[in-house]
């Protein structure tokens, strides 16, 4: 698996939360020089690509082009199995990559329900899903400790990918001698 930062991770997290798998905004604490070192790195692997940016429909821009159209970053398919994430073929964002015509309109258009994704076994998102259905859960502290993330990239981890994404009901109690603990009940 790819070894990522904790904000390169936390801006494909974001993108794989869009259904149209746009990454923009970035984080707020990412500015400038730091913001295009990060976004071209990512640009860089493949994990992210440039694309016309929808405006009519408000949609974020990352760079303008300087002929009036605006940039914006998606998030391909490589950049979502790089956080563990395999997209199925029927659900995969088309290409947008910059083109002379601008992306279409689809203001009109009705979108189908996203399809559910399951992440592939072996990744730090399936070692999180085996912790929490566990029969004893795990706390913040434990899962920090065997998957080298930060108390924030886990509780990211848990409220974006696996509830919203992966549509998980994770419960959480209070236990004597261990304190908070997490688990998936099915």
Known sequence: ????????????????????????PLPDSLRGGAAAKVVNALLAKGFLEEADADMRNGEPVW???????????????????AIGI?????NAAPSRALTEE?????STETK???????????????????MLRAPDGATIDEIVAALEWQQHTARGAMSG????K????????????RGR?????D
């Open 166 to 177: 992966l549509g998980l009901t994770i419960t959480s109690e209070v236990v004597d001698g």
């Open 102 to 106: 601008p992306a279409p309109d689809t």
């Open 181 to 185: 603990v997490y688990a998936i009940r």
């Open 86 to 90: 395999e997209p199925e073929e029927a």
């Open 1 to 24: 698996m790819t070894k990522l930062s904790d904000t390169q991770t936390i801006i494909l997290s974001r993108a794989a939360q869009n259904e149209d798998r746009i990454s923009l």
């Open 161 to 164: 990918a696996l509830k919203k």
């Open 63 to 81: 760079r303008e082009t300087g002929d009036g159209h605006g940039v914006t970053l998606v998030a391909t398919n490589a950049g979502l199995a």
């Open 112 to 130: 189908a329900a996203p399809k559910a994704r399951t992440p592939r076994e072996g990744t730090k998102q399936a070692t999180l899903i085996a």
